[in-house]
């Protein structure tokens, strides 16, 4: 059996810690290339209730796969072909999931498999929940069909994920581990998030302030901070900050930004992207994504 060298393959969301790979991101990817029928065999440290892998072969509809025990196997056909294996869903609240991660130990297979090569920079998205894809269709998560991942296949780039359930940039949100600030520079308490290429990053956070109470006082605190870490952790890439979809901190949003000159403020309260008791649907997300790309000209 060939041993897989998983840096090669392994998306922006998993961290090296131990010798292993570690994530804590719905829609964590391996990227693949195969040229001949081949079994692929993913090994995780231990036994994750619920877990559910998605997979697609050269870009089309994703299929549900599940693991046996610690182990998902993939029977690969015939022929060159390119493979995307996503991590769609477990049972594990997100502090533990944050904390201890799940683990990937080796990726075998009888015959070589070929990294994607990607020659184009990653497009980051960083945000809470919505940008996760989670809770898209009743409680199940669809990263595969979330506006990151729409707009990343729209414009041909690979996807770096930033994105936690119930976090933001105040004490209100519901969630604060990882904090916001955390997230960008970690992928668990002690994992280093490893850096990518990238010159476009939209960041969609502000709704879980809103939603638990943070005031305009303490939120444009948080946001100006947030900002400065932004900067510093992507240096020279283009910024685009969406305004949470309920309208709230418009204006705040506005006024911070105008402290820099690198940021882009887009006003998302017109999306018709509801967010009143419920995530995003599949059709919001795709409007999501087309008011995004029509932002970048494409």
């Known amino acids: 059996m060939e041993q897989i060298d998983l840096e090669k393959i392994l ?3 998993w961290g090296k810690a131990d010798g292993d790979f570690v994530t804590s991101q719905y829609g964590a990817q391996l990227n693949f290339i195969s040229h001949q029928a081949d079994t692929v065999v993913v090994t995780l440290s231990q036994v994750y209730p619920g877990l559910q892998w998605l997979w697609s072969i050269d870009q089309h509809d994703f299929q549900v796969v599940l693991p046996i025990d610690n182990q998902l196997r993939l029977d690969l056909p015939a022929g060159t072909h390119r493979h995307q294996i996503v991590l769609q869903n477990l049972t594990m609240g997100q502090i533990a999931l944050w904390q201890q991660g799940v683990r990937l130990m080796s990726v075998t297979s ?6 994607v090569g990607f020659q184009k920079p990653y497009v980051t998205f960083v945000g809470d929940s919505i940008t996760a894809g989670e809770c898209m269709d009743g409680l199940q998560h669809h990263p595969e069909l979330s506006f990151p991942q729409l707009v990343a296949q729209a414009l041909q780039r690979p996807l770096a994920r930033i994105a936690y359930g119930g ?3 105040t004490s209100h949100a519901p969630f604060q581990e990882p904090s916001a600030i955390e997230a960008l520079w970690k992928i668990g308490e002690t994992i280093a998030r490893p850096r990518v290429q990238t010159d476009l990053v939209v960041v969609n956070y502000g709704l879980n ?3 638990y109470g943070a005031n305009r006082q303490e939120f444009a605190f948080g946001l100006r901070v947030y900002l400065l870490e932004l900067i510093k952790r992507f240096h020279q890439a283009r910024f685009i900050l969406l305004t949470p979809y309920n309208g709230a901190f ?12 690198c940021f882009e403020v887009v006003d998302t309260s017109d999306w018709q992207v509801y967010v009143t008791g419920r995530h995003p649907n599949l059709v919001e997300h795709q409007r ?8 970048l000209e494409v």
């Not at 418009?250 to 000159?261: G, L, M, S, W, Y």
């Open 11 to 13: 998306s922006p969301e």
């Open 110 to 115: 009888q015959h070589a498999l070929e990294p």
């Open 167 to 169: 976090t933001g940039l």
């Open 209 to 211: 302030d809103a939603n």
């Open 250 to 261: 418009v204006d705040i949003f506005k006024t911070e930004a105008q402290r820099f000159d």
């Open 288 to 295: 999501a994504a087309h008011n995004i790309l029509n932002l």
